[in-house]
């Protein structure tokens, strides 16, 4: 059965400072890869997506993700954290036709220090 | 812009009642979904559906039924409510053969 782990349950990080979340998964097939995120009081918004092709993918607000085979890890990072990245992170495996069914990591907590 | 409304925010129930949870989308998308979010333990699968009226248990569709009888609205029933359902639920949406899915605000329940 398919899982995904998501290790650090709480980061905190400065302002500016690069944040990496880690996201280990457990899929028979090649994933379709996602990272989410919930903004407090807000829906999830979809930060990137990897299917296939180029294994580092680029998303919005400056989040990035590289795909490693070898680890099965789908790992996200950002250069320099803004205030507003204060939110939950969570990574997800899409699994049946077009990766519709996704199973979740239990979610990162992050905390952006001024 | 894309649009997945809940009806409720917050809701509070008492143990053995009927709970309906609605869900509508208007971007005219063919797949639902409906989820729970736990502290820890991510979202996991309740239901979905790939049309009106089809429906295919997710992961965890114990205590739960749906109903889709319009494209755009998607309802999540908790035949008798259980303190085990107090949780965050959140519906999604997606094009057929799309992977990205839309989320709602999420409906937080409280089962007393």
């Known amino acids: 059965a398919q899982s995904v782990t998501q290790p650090d349950i709480h980061i905190t990080v400065s302002e500016g400072a690069s944040l990496e979340l880690r996201c280990n998964y457990s899929y028979g097939a090649t994933p379709y890869l996602f990272w989410y995120v919930q903004s407090p009081g807000q829906g999830l918004q979809l930060l990137l997506k990897y299917f296939s092709g180029d294994t580092l993918v680029q998303g919005i607000k400056g989040f990035e993700a590289e795909f490693k085979r070898s680890q099965s890890s789908f790992n996200l990072r950002k250069p320099s954290v803004h205030w507003s990245d204060a939110a939950e992170y969570f990574c997800a495996v899409g699994r049946g036709a077009a990766g519709n069914k996704l199973t979740f990591g239990g979610g990162t907590r992050v905390l952006v220090k001024p | 812009d894309v649009k997945v409304t809940q009806s409720s925010r917050y809701l509070v129930k008492r143990t053995g009642e009927k709970v309906f949870l609605e869900c509508v989308q208007d971007?005219?998308?063919?797949?639902m979904f409906w989820y729970r979010q736990d502290p820890g333990l991510g979202l996991r699968l309740i239901y979905f559906s790939y049309d009106v009226k089809m429906k295919e248990k997710g992961d965890i569709p114990e205590g739960y039924s749906v109903s889709r009888e319009k494209k755009e609205r998607f309802s999540l029933i908790l035949e008798s409510a259980s303190t085990n359902q107090t949780s965050m639920y959140l519906c999604?949406?997606?094009?057929?053969?799309?992977?990205?899915?839309?989320f709602g605000p999420g409906t937080r329940l409280l089962v007393l």
């Open positions: 999604a949406s997606s094009l057929i053969g799309q992977e990205t899915q839309y």
């Open positions: 971007m005219d998308h063919e797949n």
